[in-house]
């Protein structure tokens, strides 16, 4: 067997698995989505029919809330931590990473544990002030989750983008009058800005296709995923959900594409 | 003295986001082995919720650790040639057939799971067992695991390795076997630590193409957190962590934990 011969022979597994597992069901999906009383114009639906609009609305908004609190906070945390060194640091790196590996639904619990009904901020909150603080079915705590999960995997990107960050400019800038918060206006973010972008889109589709947090927390919220999820199993309305969870596969496909093309090489797992 | 009240001010700002995310981790192992959550730790130490949820869950348990291993399978005999061929091309063919299999990465679990569903859902044998499940476990990790081992082909000269073993008269497959593979080690080892890990905590996919009989481990944790007592629920999120953590500590040492894929938990 020549060498070409053998290289062709290594796609043979892959293009089995790929074709069988994951191109012909979402063709299959994809027609699916047009196969309803309405044809093609389900995929219009979402925009266009007012309810999936606010869905896909609060949806967007949640993403793009979680997204901006993500990069602010890790951006401060991960400045400090690749910056200064001190007693604890290894300890509070491994704490803030730690949570990478949960999935949404243990994700979904540990806001149960913080604001749920034996929750430990009720339990605070009827001690200091008498009343007892439960949000975590509402759109406050779906918030803390996605925050949850999205504060491990930026503050990794954060750290590696500042620890090729140029100390020298930052002192220049010092040198020249400019004050503290010129130099993050000025140095720091714009320096920053590559890993932002990345990172950013990660969180933020993540966040548009989480499912597991919001399906334990069982909020009264309406996302995305968790339409498709009722449209599917309780009102059987397959051809919808079909529809609906292409829309939502291309808005997150779209975001880490167009983040990627500003030259981030980030993999996401969207969920 | 004002850098050391910034310095004081990130350390403490740090600190809290530290709890944010860790003290209901620690909740949730300490309710675990609580005799009474609601009355607290004074009420005692118990393993009686582990026990329990051992009786109740077993299945769930030794299934997640059988299509784990059952994904990693897949994903090495699949992925290793695949990521060695895509390696060698590095042509335009190459690299759009590296998009198609990163694709199940950017596009939500429920698609995919909904995609498998319409296709399989009437081979009513397939569908019902486990076996569907670990078709949509291998198309969300094989990108773990092409991506790892192309890293470390990247590397590496893995063109002199292989013309060195070949004008030695090694045939194509000897090659592979002797110098490729085992020249891929660590790209093997870290690709298949990830591959597991996620595999144990898919839960997305799993929620929607398990059946009663198929359950998953993080399918039985919803299930617990929806219909058991707090004790009992964290009892099991305890098994969980227990299982994940050699994982996690094992992808920190030999790995490079932090320079991998930065996105895991779904």
Not at chain 2, 139 to 163: N, Q, W, Y
Not at chain 2, 172 to 194: H, K, Q, T, Y
């Amino acid at each position: 067997m020549s060498k070409r011969t053998f290289v062709g022979v290594c796609f043979v597994p892959l293009a089995v698995l790929v074709t069988a597992f994951f191109l012909l069901p979402m063709a299959r999906l994809i027609v699916t989505g047009a196969s309803g009383q309405d044809g093609l114009r389900a995929y219009a639906a979402i925009v266009l029919d007012p309810r999936y609009r606010a869905t896909l609305f609060n949806t967007i908004s949640l993403a793009a809330a979680t997204t901006i609190a993500t990069l602010v906070i890790a951006t401060i945390s991960g400045l400090f931590l690749q910056r200064r060194r001190f007693p604890g640091h290894a300890l509070l790196v491994a704490m803030l990473t730690f949570p990478l590996a949960f999935p949404g639904v243990v994700v979904g619990f540990m806001i149960i544990l913080l604001a749920g009904r034996q929750g430990l901020l009720g339990d605070l909150t009827l001690r200091l002030f008498g009343t007892k603080e439960v949000f975590a079915y509402s759109l406050q705590g779906l918030f803390l989750g996605y925050l949850y999960f999205s504060i491990p995997r930026v503050i990794l990107t954060i750290m590696a983008a500042v620890e090729k960050l140029d100390p020298s400019l930052e002192e220049a800038a010092r040198a020249l009058g400019a004050g503290p918060w010129r130099v993050v206006r000025d140095i720091i973010v714009p320096a920053l800005a590559p890993a932002f972008i990345a990172s950013g889109a990660i969180a933020f589709a993540t966040a548009m296709g989480a499912f597991g947090t919001a399906f334990t927390l069982a909020t009264d919220v309406a996302v995305l995923p968790m339409l498709i999820y009722t449209e599917f199993t309780l009102s059987a309305n397959i051809a919808l959900a079909a529809a609906l969870s292409v829309g939502l596969g291309l808005i997150t496909w779209a975001i880490l594409a167009l983040a990627r093309s500003y030259g981030g090489t980030s993999i996401a797992a969207a969920g | 003295m004002r850098d050391r009240l910034t310095f004081a001010a990130q350390l403490v700002f740090t600190a809290l986001v530290a709890a944010f995310l860790i003290v209901p981790a620690v909740l949730s192992m300490l309710a675990g082995v609580t005799l009474n959550y609601f009355r607290g730790i004074q009420s005692g130490l118990t393993l009686q919720w582990v026990v329990q949820v051992w009786q109740l869950y077993p299945d769930t348990i030794v299934r997640s650790f059988v299509i784990a291993l059952a994904t990693l399978g897949v994903t090495l005999v699949v992925g290793i040639p695949a990521a060695y061929a895509l390696h060698l091309r590095n042509d335009r063919l190459s690299r759009t057939i590296e998009e198609i299999i990163t694709l199940p990465l950017a596009i939500p679990g429920l698609a995919l799971a909904l995609a498998l569903l319409l296709t399989y859902g009437g081979f009513s044998d397939f569908r019902r067992s486990w076996l569907f499940i670990l078709a949509g476990h291998a198309i969300f990790t094989l990108p773990f695991m092409v991506r790892s081992v192309m890293a470390v082909f990247g590397a590496i000269d893995l063109k002199s390795l292989d013309e060195g073993a070949a004008s030695l008269g090694a045939l194509p497959w000897r090659r592979f076997r002797d110098v490729i593979v085992p020249n891929a080690a660590p790209g093997i080892l870290a690709g298949s630590l990830m591959v597991v890990t996620l595999s144990l905590g898919e839960f997305n996919l799993t929620w929607m193409l398990h059946t009663p009989l198929t359950k998953t481990l993080p399918v039985g944790l919803a299930d617990s957190y929806a219909s058991m007592r707090l004790e009992v629920a964290s009892a099991y999120t305890l098994v969980f962590f227990v299982m994940i953590i050699p994982l996690l500590v094992a992808m920190q040492i030999f790995a490079g934990y932090r320079g991998g894929p930065s996105a895991l938990s779904r």
